[in-house]
């Protein structure tokens, strides 16, 4: 499955969701990669560190 991965696209308004998102996807798909799309300027350290999150934000993004 080199070619499948999920995308999650979040604000901080729904942070809380998008880290219960991450972890439903660790339990039920094993290592899919998992790429987290941020609207906003808000810590996502903690997704990084815990389930391996790709983050894309306004910096990434020419």
Request: charged share 25%; hydrophobic share 40%; proline share 2%.
């Amino acid at each position: 499955m080199e070619d499948f991965g999920i995308i999650i696209a979040c604000c901080d308004q729904d942070y809380l969701f998008a880290k219960d998102c991450c972890a439903s996807i660790r339990y039920f798909l094993g290592d899919v990669p998992i790429c987290l799309l941020i609207d906003g300027t808000f810590s996502v350290s903690a997704l990084e560190k815990s389930y391996g999150v790709r983050v894309i934000d306004r910096t990434t993004v020419s």
